[in-house]
């Protein structure tokens, strides 16, 4: 998508915005700093209009291909009265209607952002990558009497700090994908079991069941606020790792480049170049784990409105 690449390359425009206005700093050349003012407003404009385009598209695409969806589903399950044959059979899957209202939405609209802000994070990835490779360059470790030269050092930096990060936060969020699928069908039932004592209630009256029929929602509710519970908890763990993570980054690619920066190899530009480059690979890298939530969300949904279609494609068959 055009829109992605424009954005990233004004992203990249500003990174090497900031090398020019910090080396202007560090020479006291105030001309040049007052030159950068006005490209600096230049930029933020670009990138705000380059915003705008992508949520458009975004959005659009996203209500055109609910609707899309929604009107395949209606037809497939009220089409050949599928609907009928599955409550025969008892093959429907429960709660079709919700399935088509709602997780119909949840099941478009989160894969839109999800399919974006992947592109982005794969061209933004290979952007500053080559960013911190060619501004970093090697650094040479003296260790004992010997010196190992490391190539593109911040670039293998960065991939190594990433990636641990990432790799923890994916194994202490693995068993979200399943949780909130269960959570979703937890929901499901108990919206159904609310149905069906609105659509009986005469029936409930006269027998005298309300505190009975009361239960059963209670019972199924308790089992959706357990899961809720699974959860908020497996959220907690997440956070230990995305707390400690958050405050390093901005940190750690300063600590890497100062070594250089003190030995006058790298500028004052140049550091806060590679900083903010490093900044971006990192959020490159950790796009899957920071997203990890909402595509479990994604998923479930997905898995939802996926078994209507096959319970219809199994009357077909029959």
Do not use: C
Request: aromatic fraction near 10%; glycine fraction near 10%; avoid cysteine.
């Amino acid at each position: 998508m055009a829109g992605v690449s424009d954005m990233v390359g004004a992203q990249a425009g500003l990174n090497w915005w900031n090398r020019w206005f910090f080396d202007a700093l560090e020479k006291r050349d105030a001309a040049a700093a007052l030159q950068a003012v006005p490209l600096f407003a230049g930029i933020v404009l670009a990138m705000a209009a380059i915003g705008v385009g992508i949520v458009w598209t975004r959005e659009s695409l996203q209500v055109r291909w609910r609707a899309w969806l929604v009107e395949r589903l209606v037809g497939t399950w009220l089409g050949g009265h599928r609907f009928y044959h599955m409550g025969l059979d008892r093959t429907e899957p429960a709660n079709p209607e919700y399935r088509i209202a709602d997780d119909s939405r949840w099941a478009t609209e989160p894969l839109t952002d999800i399919v974006i802000g992947l592109l982005e994070a794969t061209v933004a990835f290979i952007t500053f990558v080559g960013i911190l490779w060619t501004v970093g360059g090697a650094y040479t470790l003296a260790i004992g009497g010997s010196q190992v030269t490391i190539p593109a050092y911040m670039v293998v930096a960065a991939l190594a700090y990433g990636i641990t990060a990432s790799v923890l936060m994916a194994w202490i969020g693995r068993p979200l994908v399943g949780t909130v699928g269960n959570k979703n069908a937890a929901e499901g039932y108990f919206r159904f079991a609310l149905t069906r004592a609105r659509e009986n209630g005469e029936s409930i009256a006269l027998m005298r069941g309300a505190e009975a029929e009361r239960r059963v929602p209670g019972g199924i509710y308790g089992v959706v606020v357990e899961r809720w519970l699974r959860i908020a908890r497996q959220h907690a763990n997440l956070t230990w790792i995305t707390n400690a993570v958050g405050p390093m980054t901005p940190i750690v690619p300063l600590l890497i480049a100062a070594p250089k920066y003190l030995a006058g190899e790298l500028s004052l530009g140049q550091v806060t170049q590679l900083a903010a480059a490093f900044i971006q690979v990192q959020m490159a890298i950790s796009w899957v784990v920071n997203n990890y939530n909402r595509i479990a969300e994604w998923y479930g949904s997905a898995r939802r409105v996926m078994d209507i279609v096959e319970a219809a494609d199994a009357v077909e068959a029959r």
